[in-house]
Nanobody, 120 residues
């Protein structure tokens, strides 16, 4: 069965950095694009960054372009999100799912996410 385990979140000051991880299982990871999403309190889930199955293609939301970097390790079945120059508005729960830049994600299953809080 499909599973996603997100980790790496925490409390950080504005301008700080975090590296998120999403460990996937239950599907042929290396054949799927993957996407990071986030959901802030009272807001809908939004797309953050996506990466193609081999890592050759990436796409970012305008709000994070130039600050976040998505990457993947197909051997470890994990994607990463390096978040730099964090802003207050980056505060959200971050999730991952299969598919490249899909609004809903390919899989019905969603992990618990990892909380990122940017605060001074």
């Amino acid at each position: 069965q499909v599973q996603f385990v997100e980790s790496g979140g925490g409390l950080v000051q504005p301008g700080g950095s975090l590296r998120l991880s999403c460990a996937a299982s239950g599907f042929t990871f290396s054949t799927y694009g993957m996407t990071w999403y986030r959901q802030a309190p009272g807001k809908e889930r939004e797309l953050v960054a996506a990466i193609g199955s081999t890592g050759g293609y990436t796409k970012y939301a305008d709000s994070v372009k130039g600050r976040f970097i998505i990457s993947r390790n197909n051997v470890e079945k994990t994607i990463y999100l390096q978040m730099n120059s964090l802003k207050l508005e980056d505060t959200a729960v971050y999730y991952c799912n299969g598919g490249f830049w899909l609004g809903r994600g390919i899989f019905d299953y969603w992990g618990q996410g990892t909380q990122v809080t940017v605060s001074s």
